[in-house]
């Protein structure tokens, strides 16, 4: 599998990594699922300490282990649990952070983080004293490289003015291109997109499945309806490559992004997302039709 450079750091990572909240809690089959992503040429793994109260962290710890030094391992920070209740609040100060990241690296059982991500942010932050923590944490050799998960433009201006963040996290597909009206901030100042939801909730796979919810209520601003439409002509280019891999191959055609992380809940998915990357890369005209059949929209209440 091919490895893209994340922005300007020295972390290498396949074009296609694992999005590790869907593993579930029993460990045979996380193990599995990790082993398998280990074997079709996947290095990049991302968490977070909100997944499952830590246990996800537990997980790929324990699955990783032995195999520590040929993986690019991330995972976020920021979000606070209360204890004895299933809720968390939000808290990005550097207390917290240097105490988060304690703990993260217990759970995974390694001595330093890859890419160290902050899962949010807002314009109200202490942006200043989260990005000490962070260049701290860089400093003291406990993170190599740090980033941040955010769909809010405002805030992703702000840590590209002022940090030294070498990626973002934002969900992108076919269905969710509000993203591309940030790349051109973050391709000039040498920032990689992590995108994560590259498959739409199952919507842009060979199964088509639509959940309930999406068939009542559409997704983001594409009715029920407007997805057949594109379902139905998506289906002219799917002649060389499953609809998974046309999905994914468009995020990937975007050079901003360093990688797209489908999650997978059992091998079967992870294997057909490792496969969609040994089908054609898009062609400039395949490209070019599917930015056609569907929405370039910006953010509207994210700010």
């Not at 599998?1 to 089959?29: A, C, H």
């Not at 550097?94 to 902050?118: F, H, N, W």
């Not at 899962?119 to 490289?145: C, N, P, Q, S």
């Not at 797209?260 to 070019?288: C, F, H, M, R, W």
Request: glycine share 6%.
């Amino acid at each position: 599998m091919e490895r893209r450079r994340l922005g300007n750091s020295d972390l290498f990572v396949s074009e296609i990594g694992l999005g590790t909240m869907s593993l579930g809690s029993d460990e045979k089959i996380a193990t599995s699922i990790i082993d398998n992503a280990l074997e079709h040429g996947i290095n990049f793994l991302d968490t977070a300490d909100l997944y499952d109260r830590g246990l996800n962290e537990e997980l790929v710890g324990k699955a990783i282990k032995s195999k520590r030094q040929n993986i690019i391992l991330a995972t976020k920070v920021g979000n606070r649990w209360h204890e004895g209740r299933d809720s968390w609040t939000w808290d990005p100060s550097k207390a917290y952070i240097k105490e988060g990241v304690k703990e993260s690296l217990r759970r995974l059982q390694t001595d330093y983080i890859d890419l160290y991500q902050l899962h949010g942010g807002t314009v109200e932050d202490y942006i200043e004293e989260t990005i000490e923590a962070f260049d701290d944490l860089t400093k003291e050799g406990i993170i190599r490289y740090y980033g941040i998960s955010s769909i809010r433009p405002n805030v992703i201006r702000e840590y590209v003015k002022y940090s030294n963040i070498v990626s973002v996290m934002m969900q992108y597909s076919l269905l969710d291109r509000r993203p591309e009206s940030i790349f051109p901030l973050l391709e000039e100042n040498s920032i990689s997109v992590i995108a994560r939801g590259p498959l739409a909730k199952g919507v842009l796979t060979s199964k088509k499945k639509i959940s309930p919810s999406i068939e009542k209520n559409g997704y983001l601003s594409y009715s029920h309806v407007e997805i057949q439409g594109i379902l139905n002509k998506l289906s002219t280019t799917e002649r060389n490559r499953p609809l998974e891999a046309t999905a994914i191959q468009f995020d990937l055609y975007s050079k901003v992004v360093g990688t797209v992380i489908p999650g997978a809940s059992n091998v079967q998915q992870l294997i057909n997302n490792a496969k969609t990357i040994d089908a054609p890369p898009l062609s400039l005209q395949e490209y070019t039709y599917l930015q056609s059949i569907t929405k370039q929209e910006e953010y509207l209440q994210h700010n």
